[in-house]
């Protein structure tokens, strides 16, 4: 993640994106919030499930199988009380990544 700040730094560019198929350390993730650069880990997409996070005793939610394109990427961040957060980028919803870089 140095190695990419300083060559955003020596480019004048404003942001950068490193991109992985094994992970970031948590360390590595904070800097790269620090540092303006976007940490993405990519997988296998296939198949993914989405959960409702908020469920009481009478109206419990199933997860709801939804097919993916074939790759789906994880936009790491931090947020505000300091735990890690993976936005999903599958080109199918939402896309963090123009958020990020619109900051």
Known sequence: M???????????AQKGMLFTTSGFQSGAIEYAQQRGLAAVVIQPGYVKYIVNSTCDDKNIKKPILTLASEHIGYLYTINEEGYEVASTIDGLEYNPLAEFFEK
């Open 2 to 12: 140095m190695t990419l700040d300083a060559k955003v730094r020596d480019s004048g």
